[in-house]
Each structure stands twice: as C-alpha cells, then as structure tokens.
C-alpha cells in the first residue's frame, strides 16, 4: 500500500470515528531512527506525518464538495470573472494548505476557470475557516467548520 492510498483510506474513515464521538489518539507509526531510515519497514505505507496528511485531504475533500455546491447556487457564471478567497487561522494553515501546498494546487488544477486566493485570517477561530466567492463585483461569503472534519 502507498501512502497515498494510505492517505486515502484514513480520509474516509476518520470523519466516520469523529463524527460519532471516538476520539482518534493515534494514525500512523511512530517514528524511531530505525524505522525512519528504512530499516524496520517490511511493507505498508509509512510517513511520519501520516495523520496530517490524511487531514489535508479531509479538508481537500471538503473544500471540492463546498466549492462545487456553491457553485452550481450561483447565478450563471460562465464568461464572468468569478474569484474564489479561502481563509483559516494559523493554527489550522498546515493542513488547509496540505503537504507542499498540494491542497491549493489541487484546487486550481480542478477548477482551472476560478481565480484563487488563500489567506491567513487570524480573525478567525482555530477550527474555523471561511470560503468567499466573487462574481464580478458581488461576494458570497460562508464559514466553514474544520474541526469537525
């Protein structure tokens, strides 16, 4: 298995345990020398950072479904300039942002006609994160919960 399948994986089964109130205290091994090094691992997907990187793809997977019902809401847009300005606290940035930006790009790559802007916004809780869409000259603002996910 990688550690994309992996990664996979963990993002459909983690929202399943929160959502029903079974604290998730550990995902993933921890890491020693040995095992960081290549030396313990026999098979199976390892990264020491395996449960951030299964939130960045929860939060991904939010992100897509969100943008994509906000989307078919909206006036029609094609042939119009329609900016899409996603924002978290700090606190939350690593996994909003994913693994090397991957989340954002993963966005522009989906939605090659929108216009993205990310944000830190530490005017907003930790947990909380907010989604602006602008046609034009009109914006449609929602928060997000990230927490839960």
Request: aromatic content about 8%.
């Amino acid at each position: 298995m990688t550690v994309d399948v992996a990664t996979d994986w963990l993002s459909e089964l983690m929202p399943i345990f929160t959502s029903s109130g079974v604290p998730i205290i550990r995902v993933g091994l921890q890491p020693t020398d040995a095992l960081t090094n290549g030396g313990d691992m026999i098979a199976g997907a390892y990264h020491p950072s395996m449960r951030q990187l299964a939130q960045a793809k929860i939060i991904r997977n939010h992100l897509v479904n969100r943008i994509e019902r906000s989307l078919k809401k909206l006036p029609i847009i094609k042939g119009r300039r329609v900016t899409v300005r996603l924002s978290a606290n700090s606190r939350d940035w690593t996994p909003f942002r994913g693994e090397k930006a991957c989340n954002f790009e993963f966005l522009k790559t989906s939605f090659p006609d929108l216009d993205f802007e990310f944000a830190i916004n530490d005017a907003l809780k930790k947990g909380d994160g907010r989604r602006e869409i602008r046609v034009d000259s009109k914006t449609y603002k929602e928060s997000m919960e990230l927490s839960d996910l």
